[in-house]
């Protein structure tokens, strides 16, 4: 293997960014050079102002380096963006327009109407939005993003059904775990031993970001899927794995089985390019009555697939099943590595920037 790419971490102390350096940790292509946070730590090593929690040691690569603020000045070109969404805006887009490539986590940018919001497996073409993009701002740099990390579940399993028995309505509830709350995130007084039906702003992000991800690109814009989504989010006492209870109208006919089969079969250009980061197989079916539990299996596939169960006929719309996936892997920084492994598999990170 040549020399890796350099690579900076925005938000590096928090519970994305975390992740961010845990996976990138031993990764073919890509190797963390530049970490980055608020004002509050910019200036001290990494080890001494992280509150580390992830179960095994900060990388000795990364252990001594020190945290920059977020200043589009770090010696990389590409960055991974796991900000608070308060600061994520602004900041994302000084970096773009200096030109660098920012993968995002961040909400801020996700509707943005050149910015591509990806699923490698499911929408890869949508990053024919990076061209206009770049135009409009005279950069070569441009901003990627990955969805929320209950939309990821939902719009990935969507995927295939949508393209072989198109969508017409849909209603999910989410259980989603404490760890998607960022930390220190949610009271352990408020969550310990129960559930509570309110997490700002998810319900419209997964009601407007899934139809985004499963809309077609159409010339220089993406026209939304045009099914109806309902979406009700609830915290739950889990430390990480989002599960969902999902039930679907299609416009045309099928059976348990066949979704089963589909889903079992599915996969996408991350597969076909072998990148680094993809999962044998995007979708896991189980046939066991009580599964998926996030306790068992939302580490399968190092947390990089959705795991779907219980798949049965619903008497109000056609068909239901349960979804689980892995928040902080699939749902946030392991979908922005897998977004950015794609770029690179299709030349986006190739030598010079193409001219603008
Ligand atoms: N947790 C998940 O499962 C998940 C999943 C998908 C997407 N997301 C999204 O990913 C982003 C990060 O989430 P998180 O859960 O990792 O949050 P978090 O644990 O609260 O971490 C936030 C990060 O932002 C940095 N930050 C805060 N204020 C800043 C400022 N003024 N300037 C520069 N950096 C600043 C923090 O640095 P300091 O330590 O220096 O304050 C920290 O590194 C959010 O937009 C979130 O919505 C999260």
Known sequence: MGVKIPVGILGATGTVGQKFIKLLEDHPWFEVAEIAASERSAGRPYEEVVSWKQTTAIPAAVRNLELRPCIPNLKCRIVFSGLDAGV???????????????????????LDPDVPLIIPEVNAG?????????????????????????????????????RSFTVE??????????????????ASLDILGNVIPFIGGEEEKMEIETRKILGRLEGETVNLAKFHLSAQCNRVPVEDGHTESVSVKFAHKTSSGEIAAL??????????????????????????????????????????????????????????????????????????????????????????????
């Open 126 to 162: 949508h990053l024919g939005l990076v061209a206009p993009q770049r135009r409009r701002r005279k950069s070569n740099g441009f901003i990627v993003t990955n969805s929320n990390c209950s939309t990821m579940f939902l719009a990935l399993v969507l995927g295939p059904l949508h």
């Open 263 to 356: 889903l079992r079969g599915f996969s996408g250009p991350p597969q076909e390019l072998n990148l680094p980061s993809a999962p044998e197989h995007p979708i896991l079916v189980t046939d066991a009555e009580d599964r998926p539990q996030p306790r068992f299996d939302v580490a399968l596939a190092g947390g990089m697939a959705a795991v779907v169960g219980r798949i049965r006929p619903c008497p109000v719309l056609d068909f239901k099943f349960t979804v689980l996936g892995h928040n902080t892997i699939r749902g946030a920084a392991g979908a922005s590595i897998l977004n950015a492994e794609l770029l690179k598999a299709q030349g986006f990170l190739d030598g010079k920037w193409e001219e603008v």
């Open 169 to 186: 309505q849909v209603m999910v509830v989410t259980m989603q775990a404490i760890s998607g709350a960022g930390y220190p995130g949610v």
């Open 88 to 110: 994520a805006g602004p900041v994302e887009e000084s970096f773009a327009q200096a030109g660098f490539v920012v993968l995002s986590n961040s909400r801020n940018h996700r």
